[in-house]
């Protein structure tokens, strides 16, 4: 058998033809295969800005474009673009299959290298097939960009807004996922948190598809707030279980810190030492020394103790059917929270008080949205972003995220590379 009829059965091209197949020595002393491509006789070029087929120009010197290795062998096409006389847009080079306008990377390959940059970092990845983290990271670019133009955005209903940090230092991101039942993915990343960054959101999104949301679940962030009210007025806003989870243990670590300190400096016995994450565990998730701790720590009446008691509380307001009783519930916590003179609980309280309204309406919407969405997406992406990316730029970020959780679609290929 010979090496042309493994690719033709890998890679067949209608207007092209495979030609000689020779060695070639690289510039690292590995031996790699040259396959020289051909086009098909009486086969006309394609205007790469039309799409339309034009009579021939010239022929430019012959290029290399990268294929998928075989058996560890790198493997290149050499062929020589035609160029196009169109009558619409002038003399222009001709548009081949297997590769994208100056990219010197086939399709194929990228494809192939975008695919194990799912499974691997994208370090590990060039290293694993002998190329650079530069070409990888231009593949996985390529897959997004290919995945964001051909992605259906015409079924979504439900919105959920969060903000992480993503670099050192206090830079956040915003992003968006579709949180619907049937689909689950991410839908946009922006630059910061701020209004100006929200609505550049909308306004990818657009008019129509805005108008169609039924759910919006965010944060208590004002700036996310302000715009979801005026660009997607109809829908019914909600309040993320999991982000009110978050600013209570917020809560309760400041006071158990300064209460820690003013222990320490009455020269108390330091007993809230290493019961940081007693307090902001969930009961059922303790250890048993972190169980038994918890006990201990029953016994002072100290405020740390206090506000954890007041957290695990409030726990008991989700469970509610009616918004109007999970209201009645909500008014005589923050009542309590008010009265207990701990600073940091107050606040929580007050916060709470001002979002009644959407608080409430994570009842009136509790069959369509899981409360646990936002926060399992919270942690794949704290997980692609722990994986050394190399990200030192907003753009490798976002190819990133989008690649990992965007669920995009792919070109289909007759052979499956990866
Ligand atoms: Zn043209």
Redesign the pocket.
């Known amino acids: 058998m010979q090496l042309k009829t493994i690719l033709n059965h890998v890679q067949k091209f209608k207007s092209f033809v495979y030609g000689n197949i020779v060695w070639l020595d690289c510039e690292d002393g590995n031996p790699a295969v040259l396959v020289e491509i051909m086009p098909r006789s009486n086969s006309k070029s394609i205007?790469?800005?039309?799409?339309?087929p034009?009579p021939g120009y010239d022929t430019l010197p012959p290029r290399k474009f990268e294929f998928v290795p075989l058996w560890n062998i790198a493997v290149f096409f050499i062929y020589a673009l035609r160029r196009?006389n169109?009558?619409?847009?002038?003399i222009?080079v001709e548009r081949v299959p297997w590769a994208d306008g100056k990219n010197t990377v086939t399709k194929p390959y990228m494809q192939f290298l975008a695919g194990w940059a799912k499974k691997l970092s994208w370090k590990e990845t060039a290293l694993a097939f002998h190329t650079t983290w530069e070409k990888v990271f231009r593949s996985v670019e390529w897959a997004v960009e290919w995945g964001l133009a051909h992605r259906d955005l015409s079924n979504v209903q439900s919105i959920g807004v969060d903000e992480v940090l993503w670099h050192r230092g206090h830079k956040y991101l915003t992003v968006v996922y579709q949180i619907d039942s049937e689909c689950r993915r991410l839908l946009w990343v922006g630059k910061d948190r701020t209004i100006r960054t929200l609505l550049l959101f909308f306004r990818t999104f657009g008019k129509e598809r805005s108008a169609q949301l039924l759910f919006v679940c965010t944060d208590m962030w004002k700036p996310y707030l302000k715009v979801i009210a005026k660009k997607a007025s109809q829908a019914i806003h909600v309040l993320d279980r999991f982000h009110i989870a978050m600013h209570m243990n917020k809560a309760i670590d400041e006071v158990r810190a300064q209460e820690s300190r003013s222990l320490k400096a009455k020269g108390l016995e330091p007993v809230l030492t290493h019961s940081r994450w007693c307090l902001l565990k969930r009961p059922e998730n303790l250890t048993d020394k972190q169980e038994i701790k918890i006990i201990d720590l029953l016994r002072y009446n100290l405020k740390a103790v206090r506000s954890y008691l007041l957290k695990e509380d409030f726990q008991f307001f989700w469970d509610y059917f009616s918004p109007h009783w999970a209201g009645f519930f909500l008014d005589r916590w923050c009542t309590r929270a008010m009265r207990s003179r701990i600073e940091p609980m107050k606040k929580v309280a007050r916060m709470l008080r001002s979002h009644r309204e959407l608080l409430l309406n994570w009842f009136r919407a509790r069959k369509t949205i899981s409360s646990g969405v936002i926060e399992g997406f919270n942690n794949r992406l704290k997980l692609t972003t722990r994986k050394s990316y190399g990200f030192r730029t907003f753009r490798a970020a976002e190819i990133a995220l989008y690649h990992t959780l965007g669920s995009l679609p792919e070109p289909e290929w007759t052979h499956k590379f990866c």
């Open positions: 205007c790469s800005g039309c799409g339309n034009g196009v169109c009558s619409q847009c002038g222009k």
